[in-house]
């Protein structure tokens, strides 16, 4: 993707969060069908998506992407990171703030072992 493609996109989820952030407020009677848990977990990922789309992917086009060394072990870091992450969330009782943080983190581990993971695949087809 280009970096006019991932701002178009990624200041369409800002406005379209600041929308829903307004119409939430407004609107305390409305809810999802879902647990709070489950709302907070969506949460995060979709700040994660905006992070990605507003500064990880056009700043590092920007600067020139550093090629990343494809690791096997930081990939199941990174995947056991977005697990534990996940089982410790939905082992707690309580839903607070720190569940939108984990699901930032799940997102996160889930999307860097990926990248990680497909860096380290494409090495092995090069030696070969």
């Avoid at 305390?28 to 709070?36: G, I, L, T, V």
Wanted: some cysteine; overall charge positive.
């Amino acid at each position: 993707m280009n970096r006019k493609t991932t701002l178009i996109i990624g200041v369409s989820l800002l406005i379209i969060a600041i929308c829903f952030i307004g119409y939430a407020v407004n609107h305390p009677e409305a809810a999802f069908p879902w647990s709070n848990r489950v709302t907070f977990m969506l949460y995060g990922i979709y700040i994660w998506l905006i992070f990605k789309f507003l500064l990880d992917i056009p700043i590092l086009q920007k600067i020139g992407k550093i090629p990343l060394k494809g690791s096997l072990l930081r990939a199941a870091i990174y995947f056991s990171l977005a697990v534990i992450c996940f089982i410790i969330e939905i082992s707690r009782e309580k839903v607070d703030i720190y569940t939108i943080i984990k699901g930032f983190a799940v997102i996160c581990g889930m999307d860097l072992g990926i990248e990680y993971f497909s860096v380290w695949m494409k090495q092995k087809k090069r030696m070969r």
